[in-house]
T-cell receptor, first 112, second 113 residues
Framework: SAVISQKPSRDICQRGTSLTIQCQVDSQVTMMFWYRQQPGQSLTLIATANQGSEATYESGFVIDKFPISRPNLTFSTLTVSNMSPEDSSIYLC?????????FGPGTRLTVL | DAKTTQPPSMDCAEGRAANLPCNHS???????VYWYRQIHSQGPQYIIHGLKNNETNEMASLIITEDRKSSTLILPHATLRDTAVYYCIVRVAQSNYGQNFVFGPGTRLSVLP
């Protein structure tokens, strides 16, 4: 299994600012993903973080709002840009193993 | 959209077996059944997965019907710490490392003392 850590674990931000969330995996994995979980809801995939190329975004999510980097096989970042209160959610990183996927503890974001 | 349906909530007495059902009537031949759970304020935790045979590990057992259109996750001796939302997901495995999972609303299991 893969152990995934995220930083920060939580943050409170002002409207209009940006926050970058870091995800670190303890082993090399081929694919990494970012999810959002809005209050009281299930998880929604934001994008697939591709190493060495642009992320692949799901419908409803765009690169300008959620730029993603993945410089190597164990690390990725998600930036939530120009935040509004509607962006208040838990953001989760996950990483693919050979036949399953493991999740980080999440970053709880509150936008005022 | 999620390809599974689960009851929104269930209760189980502490120490008893918790049996969580999942329907996946449109499952394809190469799709696995995965179970995850999410304890409040934590990231989803992998429990078990299987293709067509029943599977057991230290956490749970997975029973898949012969036609593969439904399955049951069994927690043999539920404890209060098993209170969580349980997600049943179908997905192709091993054809492409780490394909993403589509999460439905899951079943909220409450283990009662």
């Amino acid at each position: 299994s893969a152990v995934i850590s995220q930083k920060p674990s939580r943050d409170i931000c002002q409207r209009g600012t940006s926050l970058t969330i870091q995800c670190q995996v303890d082993s090399q994995v081929t694919m990494m993903f970012w999810y959002r979980q809005q209050p009281g809801q299930s998880l929604t995939l934001i994008a697939t973080a591709n190493q060495g190329s642009e992320a692949t975004y799901e419908s409803g999510f765009v690169i300008d709002k959620f730029p993603i980097s993945r410089p190597n096989l164990t690390f990725s970042t998600l930036t939530v840009s120009n935040m509004s209160p509607e962006d208040s959610s838990i953001y989760l990183c996950s990483a693919g193993s050979t036949d399953t996927q493991y999740f980080g503890p999440g970053t709880r974001l509150t936008v005022l | 959209d999620a390809k599974t349906t689960q009851p929104p909530s269930m209760d189980c007495a502490e120490g008893r077996a918790a049996n969580l059902p999942c329907n996946h009537s449109t499952i394809s031949g190469n799709e696995y059944v995965y179970w995850y759970r999410q304890i409040h304020s934590q990231g989803p935790q992998y429990i078990i997965h299987g293709l067509k045979n029943n599977e057991t590990n230290e956490m749970a057992s997975l029973i898949i019907t012969e036609d593969r259109k439904s399955s049951t996750l069994i927690l043999p001796h539920a404890t209060l710490r098993d209170t969580a939302v349980y997600y049943c997901i179908v997905r192709v495995a091993q054809s492409n490392y780490g394909q993403n999972f589509v999460f439905g609303p899951g079943t909220r299991l409450s283990v009662l003392p």
